[in-house]
T-cell receptor, first 115, second 117 residues
Framework: AQTVTQSQPEMSVQEAETVTLSCTYD???????LFWYKQPPSRQMILVIR??????QNATENRFSVNFQKAAKSFSLKISDSQLGDTAMYFC????????????FGKGTKLTVNP | DTGVSQDPRHKITKRGQNVTFRCDPI?????LYWYRQTLGQGPEFLTY????????KSRLLSDRFSAERPKGSFSTLEIQRTEQGDSAMYLC???????????????FGSGTRLTVV
């Protein structure tokens, strides 16, 4: 079974600064996807960024980028130029490359961006 | 398309009562997923449908839980004889399988928050 671990329950950052959220996972699969989801308070979960395990290049989406280390089973999220609207719960998630496409989530990191 | 809709947004019920939640997915999506999220935890997979067929159920889905997607469109999740431990956010998501490869195609609803008193 796959597991996802987020070791930082809470983090805070000043507006305009950079913050990195950590995620490690455990799997015996070789092909899979990794995701970061954002869940603002009382709002729906939205996809921030995704990484395919067979791609060596780290994914980037505007101010969001990942550091994917397959051998170490590590998948961190870097948020640059943090904005107040980035305040949310962030979840790291794993998906097998085949089958049900169900997501396995970590417990989340609560990020607060301070003005 | 207005995205994935869930109804109700909040539900307070007494222990032992039955409750039913509804999820309306994105119309062209053939897969529909139910997840449960308790306080301080990430969402946990409960079950999923491809069209009207329920293809997988988690061990978390006890005999008191039942889900249906009768015409391959909306889905309902029913909890019978609710217990305090059922208090959680119930999330629905839909996707189009197989996906385009450019995104995971998952769209989540805003969830139904259940409180059992």
């Amino acid at each position: 079974a796959q597991t996802v671990t987020q070791s930082q329950p809470e983090m805070s950052v000043q507006e305009a600064e950079t913050v990195t959220l950590s995620c490690t996972y455990d799997t015996s699969e070789n092909n899979y996807y990794l995701f970061w989801y954002k869940q603002p308070p009382s709002r729906q979960m939205i996809l921030v960024i995704r990484q395919e395990a067979y791609k060596q290049q780290n994914a980037t989406e505007n101010r969001f980028s990942v550091n994917f280390q397959k051998a170490a089973k590590s998948f961190s999220l870097k948020i640059s130029d943090s904005q107040l609207g980035d305040t949310a719960m962030y979840f790291c998630a794993f998906m097998k490359h085949y089958g049900s496409e169900k997501l396995v989530f970590g417990k989340g990191t609560k990020l607060t961006v301070n003005p | 398309d207005t995205g994935v809709s869930q109804d109700p947004r909040h539900k307070i019920t007494k222990r032992g009562q039955n409750v039913t939640f509804r999820c309306d997915p994105i119309s062209e999506h053939n897969r529909l997923y139910w997840y449960r999220q308790t306080l301080g935890q990430g969402p946990e997979f409960l079950t999923y449908f491809q069209n009207e067929a329920q293809l997988e159920k988690s061990r978390l889905l006890s005999d008191r839980f039942s889900a249906e997607r009768p015409k391959g469109s909306f889905s309902t999740l029913e909890i019978q004889r609710t217990e305090q431990g059922d208090s959680a956010m119930y999330l629905c998501a839909s996707s189009n399988f197989p996906g385009t490869g450019d995104s995971n195609g998952y769209t989540f609803g805003s969830g139904t928050r259940l409180t059992v008193v």
